[in-house]
């Protein structure tokens, strides 16, 4: 890779990769990933019966995840969708841990995240179909619990 230009800045994230796991598993040919979004409420308290009101922090709540790519043969998106479907009592065997991976131009892991008790509240087995779009996508939403960032991702890393 040549050098950078003088005065030039290097990005590199500009041309990423990313990969979605879940089962220890990779799973095949996803190309969209929603992003990871966390909103916290502001709630304004106010002591006795005057002076001003001071805004607290009041609970986050985490956003979708929605998963897209295009038709393949892997039935991973399709088997974990009839997994909440076929739900019959408590059970909650169908909640996944979700780890999300971005890597670096050159193939080094440079950020990963784990999405905490996912599970899919929508499936979209095929898009529509149209003679001008060429491509038929699948897609996934998933709600969740919460996301951190690993923070133990090392250049070290790299995509096999």
Not at 58 to 75: C, F, K, N
Not at 140 to 152: D, F, I, K, N
Request: hydrophobic share 35%; proline share 5%.
């Amino acid at each position: 890779m040549p050098a950078p230009k003088k005065g030039a800045r290097f990005d590199p994230y500009r041309n990423y990769k990313f990969r979605v796991k879940w089962d220890g598993r990779l799973v095949a040919g996803v190309t969209h990933v929603s992003g990871l979004k966390r909103v916290t409420e502001v709630v304004e308290y106010r002591q006795g019966s005057g002076g001003p009101s001071q805004k607290l922090p009041g609970r986050a709540s985490y956003e979708p995840i929605t998963l897209e790519r295009g038709i393949t043969r892997d039935r991973t998106f399709e088997a974990w969708a009839k997994q909440v479907m076929d739900v019959r009592g408590p059970s909650l065997k169908f909640r996944k841990e979700v780890r999300i991976e971005v890597y670096s131009e050159a193939g080094a892991l440079m950020l990963a995240y784990h999405v905490h008790r996912c599970w899919p509240s929508e499936y979209v087995a095929l898009s529509g179909l149209d003679v001008d779009e060429r491509r038929l996508i699948q897609s996934l939403t998933l709600q969740h619990e919460g996301w951190e960032r690993v923070v133990a991702v090392g250049a070290r890393s790299r995509i096999r």
